[in-house]
């Protein structure tokens, strides 16, 4: 049809379609429009938050051309794409990252200024989009920021939860949950796509059937059938014109009615039906290095990757290209063994849909597919039992029976008469019921499998997926360090520190080559950027005191030693040790003459982080630590020497704030246990210093900045399992410092001892599964090691500058050029004002 119109209409919606300009005055109309027409308000007597919304919405305006530019753009071009599959996006807020990504913040800034508005309280009012747990969530927002930065034609898929991760509430020094309706004014950061609606089915049965060569057809046919509609969140790059999309599904209810319902006059069973099609995208699983097994979990992974990939193969066949192209145009990450089912699906769409041959279709499968595993702690492998999944994929049941019975013949080929071999590595673990084993699934599925750190990707080898390399051999097993977007914690988090980089490195090259960082080494004997360097870490202390006061209501001084430890509470990351060290202090230091006391390092001793809800042991520490700061921080005997803060709900916004202010932070998982930690990486970003053990990314950042630059302390990987035997075996009693602990807190030191009496058996000898005792000496030596080196200022300030100075390898860039170079075999695509070009 448009291609009949005149000349003149289309030179009229080429006219018309010229982005808005981005001077002060273009932006204010465009502000003051959104508060009087979008927002419906009068244009003056706004509040922050309605202020805040009329900035996303201009803001929005922007990141939606780029985005659609972009989009256009990459159809056109059709590269190569990667599509990156997790079910958490922990995104955060938008505002800041959006304008500063853009290189709209100072415009923007001003022209809310003249409007009677201050920037910090506008981004103040936006809530986090919290769909996520930890690190793993966290870390595929930083991805997507480095893929749209790098030009990578990237896209991310996931799911549009109602509820994020809950928010925490300390009631009485004990946890409480509250719903995150993060939902609840409008989201000014997703594009609802309305007209994209998937049909992705549950249950029902498999109909077999011979075609007319005698083959054998599988054809599902589901019982129900839910919808899933598209919303699409715009990822603008930092510095480029280019901007990716995360999508994001949310269930919907058929629009077809239940007519059987409805015949049988039972119109409460078909609202029924449709509710329950609504809850598969209600609630985000507040679980974090753990496996919940319910149902609804399982699908949801279903839901969303079986909606994923309906979108990815009809962008797909829009090319016109061969099944056998499919692995040279589209490259599929598994962010954990949450999207495993999509090897599944992609088969079952080849085989039964698209009528490949088996093999050709698992050639294809193999070829498309890699998988990052996160974990080897055993609660956290995903398991699903085989009656429960079978009642709600039967097809794909069969599929993964008959995936793990060529896989098995394989293996035997190989290693004949190994029955215990074939029973380690099937993806059926013969249990009561059977279950499925995903990790298995996701390697066998997938070309290439990786850790997350260099410890890790090794352990990961020699552990779960031992044979695994004896079968496949070592190089489909690698590594890739996970990163840190240098955007969002530095440039953002820590406003007035990048401005000292730009300035001293002579531009802000750095934050797209974040090796340039080493330019700063020249400068730990200037007396003068020091004293900058000094000035701005207090500052930011001091904005971190001013939110403890408010959410904790406890003054703490700026000028003592800010120790931190942020993440979620989990027995493996030894939040317990710490609060027990934290008691040894305030036992130490109560014994001492005034005198001593006079020598003491002061310090505010800082937690904060959630407990999944459900994981008893982790709640207590929370109380414990709470009860602790409740008898120090009121002792008069302590002063201001000793402090000690649980920050309530921890989340990305409240991290922005606490990174950047921190003098050590705390990452202290027993050696082996933590795959990697992202948050050391973005402390010593912003030159905080570590205390750690040999664990994860710690080591690689000890060989990026130097032992002299870290406290490290405890045992190593290799040294756990003798350590766990002794213990158990020879009775090594425990620690005399941690019994004395122990005895304080069942004297009822802090509270009834009857609370903590659960959390105190952990530690009875042979059964200190974390090894807290065996470590614990070397912990009280590298904590007094922390105060003697704090003393020293100006070696103190050495370090911290030496710390961000060299912490270039670990930018989510280098990460996901890794990955794009040696996984995904895919390119960057520059986005360009007009037509395209492939770099
Ligand atoms: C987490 N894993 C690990 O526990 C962290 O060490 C790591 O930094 C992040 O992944 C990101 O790689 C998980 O959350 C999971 F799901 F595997 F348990």
């Known amino acids: 049809e448009r291609a009949k119109w005149p000349k003149e209409t289309f030179e009229l919606w080429e006219r018309l379609s010229k982005k808005e300009a981005n001077d002060v005055e273009t932006i204010q ?98 809530v986090d989009a919290a769909l996520g747990n930890g ?55 997703e594009l609802p796509r309305l007209d994209i609606s998937i049909t992705v089915g549950f249950g029902g049965h498999v109909q077999t059937t011979q075609d007319e060569y005698g083959q054998t057809r599988h054809n599902w046919v589901p019982g129900t059938n839910v919808q899933a509609v598209a919303y699409d969140v715009p990822v603008p790059g930092y510095d480029t014109e280019n901007c990716n999309n995360i999508r994001l599904w949310r269930s919907k209810p058929t629009k077809v009615f239940d007519l059987t319902s409805f015949n049988e006059g039972n119109y409460e069973k078909s609202v029924e039906d449709a509710t329950n099609a609504e809850k598969i995208t209600s609630v985000l699983y507040p679980n974090d290095n753990t496996m919940a097994g319910k149902e609804l979990r399982l699908k949801q992974q279903y839901f969303w990757t079986a909606a994923s990939l309906h979108d990815i193969l009809r962008r797909f066949k829009k090319s016109m290209r061969e099944w056998s192209d499919f692995p040279d145009q589209v490259a599929i990450q598994l962010n954990d063994t949450h999207p495993t089912l999509a090897i599944v699906e992609l088969q079952r769409l080849l085989v039964d849909q698209e009528m ?26 995903e398991k699903w039992s085989v009656p429960m999944f079978e009642y709600l994929l039967p097809r794909h049941l069969q599929i993964i029976f008959d995936i793990n019975l060529f896989f098995l013949q394989k293996v035997e080929k190989m290693f004949p008469n190994d029955r215990g071999l ?21 390697v066998v599925g997938s ?22 390399v004896t079968y496949y051999g070592e190089d489909k097993f690698v ?17 007035q520190l990048s401005a000292l980089i ?181 402390f010593v970003l912003n030159g905080g210093i570590i205390i750690g053990t040999l664990d994860g990314a710690n080591i690689e950042i000890l060989e990026e900045i130097g032992e002299e630059n870290i406290f490290i302390f405890g045992c190593m990987a290799h040294e756990v399992e003798d350590l766990r035997h002794a213990q158990r075996y020879r009775g090594v009693p425990m620690d005399p410092a941690l019994q004395g602990v122990i005895s304080a807190i069942e004297r009822g030191t802090f509270e009834d001892p009857k609370i903590f009496q659960p959390l105190i058996s952990t530690l009875t000898v042979g059964k200190d599964f974390y090894l807290i005792s065996a470590d614990f000496a070397s912990y009280i030596a590298a904590n007094q090691q922390v105060d003697a080196a704090y003393k020293k200022q100006a070696d103190w300030i050495k370090k911290s500058i030496r710390c961000t100075a060299n912490m270039g390898k670990f930018s989510s860039d280098r990460s996901v050029k890794e990955y794009a170079d040696e996984i995904w075999n895919v390119k960057p695509v520059s986005v360009v004002d007009e037509g395209y070009m492939a770099k």
């Open 447 to 468: 070309h290439k499998v990786n850790g997350v750190a260099a410890l890790h990707s090794n352990l990961i080898k020699t552990t779960i997926f031992h044979d695994f």
């Open 502 to 682: 730009s300035q001293t490195l002579g531009g802000d090259k750095w934050l797209k080559d974040l090796s340039l960082l080493k330019g700063l080494n020249d400068k730990t004997e200037d007396a003068v950027f020091r004293q900058r360097w000094a000035e701005i870490k207090r500052a930011n202390k001091v904005r971190l005191a001013e939110l403890i006061k408010t959410r904790c209501d406890v003054e703490v001084s700026p000028d003592a030693l800010f120790d931190v430890q942020v993440k979620r509470i989990h027995e493996y990351k030894r939040q317990f040790m710490n609060i027990l060290y934290v008691i040894h202090r305030y036992r130490t230091i109560k014994s001492m003459s005034a005198a001593q006391k006079a020598s003491v390092q002061p310090r505010v001793v800082i937690f904060g982080g959630k407990a999944a809800p459900g994981y008893y042991i982790a709640k207590l520490v929370i109380k414990l630590i709470n009860s602790v700061a409740k008898v120090v921080n009121q002792d008069p005997a302590v002063g201001d020497l000793l402090k000690v803060v649980f920050v309530p709900d921890y989340n990305v916004s409240v991290a922005e704030v606490i990174v950047p202010a921190s003098d050590i932070s705390q990452h202290i998982s027993t050696a082996g246990t933590e795959a990697s930690g992202t948050s050391n990486m973005k």
């Open 356 to 381: 490949l041959s088996w093999d050709d279709a698992w050639d294809i499968v193999t070829k498309t597919f890699a998988f990052t595993n996160h974990t080897v702690l055993p609660e956290a492998m």
């Open 422 to 442: 074939l029973n380690r590595m099937s993806i059926i673990e013969e249990a009561q019921p059977q279950q499925i084993r995903m990790a298995h699934l996701a």
């Open 135 to 189: 690190g793993l969530g966290r870390l595929a927002a930083c991805y997507m920021d480095s893929l749209a930065t790098l030009d990578y034609p990237a896209w991310g898929y996931g799911l549009r939860y109602n509820y994020g991760i809950f928010q925490q509430r300390i009631i009485d020094g004990y946890q409480t949950e509250y719903p995150d309706y993060w939902l609840n004014f409008d989201n000014p950061w």
């Open 29 to 126: 109309k465009s502000i003051v429009r959104h508060v009087t027409t979008t927002l419906a308000r009068a244009a003056f007597n706004l509040d922050n938050f309605s202020a805040y919304q009329a900035v996303a919405l201009s803001t929005r305006d922007r990141l939606i051309s780029r985005w659609n530019e972009t989009q256009g753009q990459m159809s056109r071009a059709d590269p190569k794409r990667i599509y990156y599959l997790s079910l958490e996006f922990l995104l955060g807020r938008s505002m800041d990252n959006a304008l500063l990504n853009m290189g709209l913040k100072e415009t923007y800034g001003k022209s809310i200024r003249q409007l009677g508005f201050n920037m910090e309280d506008v981004i103040e009012s936006e």
């Open 479 to 495: 590594n890739k360090t996970n990163g840190i977007t240098p955007r969002r914690w530095l440039h953002q988090a820590n406003p």
